[in-house]
């Protein structure tokens, strides 16, 4: 009998948990929102509290007085045994896996037979939080990887264990996709899923390929200005982003690239912070939620609020300015094959990715769409990278590296024997398969 998910119940209350809390509260289904017990006072007090802050705010996470009541609070240590009455549990605890394995221990203890489990998790391997855990558990369980803001974030990254029925999987991609509207990416359980994978790969190799343009006398903005519109890539550019997601995050992305990437992998030559990085990163300079970062928010002797930038130069805060590109670096084929200072950092930042993602089928996914799926949805990209490759003309980038005397990635190799000339085909309805066939888009 197919699983059917009608009820869950979200262990954790955190930014992650809340967000998937109000998500399915939202969509009309009965919600268990627990959390660990309260040091003092009500012992339902943290939850409680993550509730409130729920309702609160400019734009409040439930949509109405219905959805608030659809969900039900409680703590581990005496609401847990609930759990038996709910479909879909949750876990959304604290990324830690000594703490989530042995949380999960306890769930699988006292879950109902044919529930389903998933892990929100986004960077460790499911095989390593199941070790050792109960047989049961291993098929029921899955990765589910939403992005932050889960009420805004399309994507929703799907991960399988090597035991994981397929029942449990179709039931999971089903509803995550009708019921909550997601949009699903399957992946395979390696280090940092598809989007991370690829997306700290890009911001990761810009801090580390940024001072060479900044040598060339290229201010931070022109690098943001580069590493954005014109490639399909939010405003925020590079170091925007970077600010966005803060230093100290990104660090503990490094060093979890550091540990988990394969030996061979390109990855490895920038998963470390250049000197400048870590200088920030040790005194506290770590992005927006600590005030400042690359960019900070300063103010005028007349009081009004103005964007100041921390000169990498001069290690000292100037006030920003504002960028225009040339008109023959505002398209990505004119960028990317332009032989000036941005033009190659944005040949070795956003080409780089590309051929690294080029590289990546079948080690995180079986195909290009549900890659070109993950940056596009989770982040923010117009094009996922073998879209933009298509763009740019497959042919011409693999010459390009053939004259660098560097060699073709797999799927530009398939391309190429194929005699295709881009990795989608009759209005995007078909995508090329690493078999060298053609496929329908699901």
């Given at each position: 009998m197919a699983r059917q998910i009608r009820s869950v119940a979200v262990c954790g209350t955190g930014t992650m948990g809340a967000g998937i809390a109000a998500l399915c509260a939202n969509?009309?289904?009965?919600?268990?929102?627990?959390?660990?017990?309260?040091?003092?006072?009500?012992?339902?007090?943290?939850?409680?509290?993550?509730?409130?802050?729920?309702?609160?705010?400019?734009?409040?996470?439930?949509?109405?007085?219905?959805?608030?009541?659809?969900?039900?609070?409680?703590?581990?240590?005496?609401?847990?045994?609930?759990?038996?009455?709910?479909?879909?549990?949750?876990?959304?605890?604290?990324?830690?896996?000594?703490?989530?394995?042995?949380?999960?221990?306890?769930?699988?203890?006292?879950?109902?037979?044919?529930?389903?489990?998933?892990?929100?998790?986004?960077?460790?391997?499911?095989?390593?939080?199941?070790?050792?855990?109960?047989?049961?558990?291993?098929?029921?369980?899955?990765?589910?990887?939403?992005?932050?803001?889960?009420?805004?974030?399309?994507?929703?990254?799907?991960?399988?264990?090597?035991?994981?029925?397929?029942e449990v999987m179709d039931a999971l991609a089903g509803f995550l996709a009708g019921r909550l509207g997601k949009g699903v990416v399957f992946a395979k359980d390696t280090v940092n899923f598809i989007a991370n994978r690829i997306g700290c790969f890009w911001l990761l190799n810009g801090l580390n390929q940024a001072q060479a343009a900044l040598d060339a006398g290229c201010s931070m903005e022109q690098i943001d200005a580069a590493l954005s519109k014109p490639l399909g890539v939010p405003p925020t550019?590079?170091?925007?982003?970077?600010?966005?997601?803060?230093?100290?995050?990104m660090a503990l992305v490094a060093e979890n690239l550091r540990q988990n990437l394969p030996e061979n992998?390109?990855?490895l030559a920038h998963a470390r912070f250049p000197g400048f990085a870590q200088a920030m990163l040790e005194r506290g300079q770590i992005g927006r939620k600590a005030g400042q970062g690359f960019y900070r928010m300063g103010k005028t002797a007349d009081g009004d609020r103005v964007k100041e930038t921390f000169d990498l130069t001069s290690d000292g805060w100037r006030a920003g300015e504002q960028v225009e590109l040339a008109d023959g670096l505002?398209?990505?084929?004119?960028?990317?094959?332009?032989?000036?200072?941005?033009?190659?950092?944005?040949?070795?930042?956003?080409?780089?990715?590309?051929?690294?993602?080029?590289?990546?089928?079948?080690?995180?996914?079986?195909?290009?769409?549900?890659?070109?799926?993950?940056?596009?949805?989770?982040?923010?990209?117009?094009?996922?990278p073998f879209e933009l490759l298509g763009q740019l003309g497959p042919e011409r980038v693999a010459a390009r590296l053939e004259a660098e005397g560097h060699?073709?990635?797999?799927?530009?190799?398939?391309?190429r024997d194929t005699g295709a000339s881009a990795f989608y085909r009759n209005d995007g309805a078909e995508f090329l398969g690493m078999d060298g066939a053609w496929h329908p888009v699901p």
């Open positions: 969509t009309g289904l009965p919600v268990l929102f627990l959390d660990m017990q309260a040091p003092e006072g009500e012992r339902n007090g943290v939850a409680a509290a993550a509730l409130e802050k729920m309702q609160g705010g400019r734009q409040p996470m439930l949509m109405d007085a219905e959805a608030l009541g659809r969900i039900t609070v409680g703590n581990f240590d005496d609401d847990l045994g609930k759990i038996a009455d709910y479909d879909w549990i949750v876990e959304a605890i604290i990324e830690d896996l000594a703490v989530k394995q042995d949380f999960l221990g306890k769930v699988e203890a006292l879950r109902s037979e044919g529930s389903i489990v998933t892990t929100n998790t986004s960077g460790i391997m499911l095989r390593a939080i199941t070790e050792g855990l109960p047989e049961r558990l291993g098929r029921d369980i899955a990765v589910t990887h939403f992005f932050n803001p889960v009420l805004v974030m399309k994507l929703v990254e799907l991960i399988p264990g090597a035991r994981t029925e397929r550019g590079l170091f925007g982003l970077l600010d966005l997601i803060g230093l100290d995050v992998d390109v990855g505002l398209s990505a084929e004119g960028l990317l094959f332009d032989d000036g200072p941005l033009g190659r950092l944005a040949w070795a930042v956003m080409g780089g990715t590309l051929l690294y993602a080029a590289d990546l089928i079948p080690q995180i996914s079986d195909d290009v769409v549900n890659i070109d799926n993950a940056i596009r949805w989770g982040f923010g990209w117009r094009q996922g060699p073709l990635p797999k799927m530009l190799q398939v391309l």
